[in-house]
């Protein structure tokens, strides 16, 4: 049973089009990371979401972190092929290791 | 650049074949990690270092053995390796192993492939 699970598994869409994708879990977290990863590249950090409720912009992507502190959502507006890529959410629940997401693999076409 | 390099970026090796993956940072951090990512699998960790300490080992079979002679170089041994065992491997490296605002960087990869 992964400890974050991520939906859509896939998704694949045309460019201009806007997109969300969720990272839930059942476990409180201190704080949720996103990454995007490109074919055979490391993880890049995007960003690090800590206070329940609280909403980041990064330009076209705004995340999300619940009320709770148990989920986060990413959502893109106008997507670009260039958002191509493997999103995974992280995060290390209270007294746990750091762990990661199953990730929602994007796929934006032009 | 996020500070974290590995090396090779590819590996094909036999599997009678003895090799070594290598990864440094320069960021100052206390914890480094090496993580494999099979095709179309979630990353899985394989072992975790703090401070020079092997903290985990999630059950990784013998023929992967890490090293780590210092905070900014770990290493993963690598013998007898089978087929299955082809895939990314990513080090890894955060400030501290755990706890709240845990963020890590990673390097590239080392595309690993068993013949």
């Known amino acids: 049973t992964q400890l974050l699970e991520q939906s859509p598994q896939f998704l694949s869409i045309q460019e201009g089009e806007n997109l969300t994708v969720y990272c839930n879990s059942s476990?409180?977290?201190?704080?949720l990371q996103w990454y995007r990863q490109e074919p055979g590249e490391g993880p890049v950090l995007l960003v690090t979401v800590v206070t329940g409720g609280e909403v980041k912009k990064l330009k076209r992507l705004t995340f999300q972190f619940g009320d709770a502190r148990k989920d986060s959502s990413l959502h893109i507006t106008a997507a670009q092929p260039g958002d191509t890529g493997l999103y995974l959410c992280a995060g290390a629940p209270h007294g746990q290791n750091f762990v990661f997401g199953p990730g929602t693999r994007l796929s934006v076409l032009p | 650049e996020t500070g974290v390099t590995q090396t090779p970026r590819h590996l094909v090796m036999g599997m009678t074949n003895k090799k070594s993956l290598k990864c440094e940072q320069h960021?100052?951090?206390?914890?480094m990690y090496w993580y494999k990512q099979s095709a179309k699998k979630p990353l899985e960790l394989m072992f975790v270092y703090s401070l020079e300490e092997r903290v985990e080992n999630n059950s990784v079979p013998s023929r992967f053995s890490p090293e780590c002679p210092n905070s900014s170089h770990l290493f993963l041994h690598l013998h007898t390796l089978q087929p299955e065992d082809s895939a990314l491997y990513l080090c890894?490296?955060?400030?501290?192993?755990?706890?709240?605002?845990?963020?890590?960087?990673f390097g590239q990869g080392t595309r690993l492939t068993v013949v």
């Open positions: 476990s409180v977290f201190s704080s």
């Open positions: 890894a490296s955060s400030l501290y192993p755990g706890g709240e605002n845990t963020e890590a960087f």
């Open positions: 960021l100052g951090h206390n914890a």
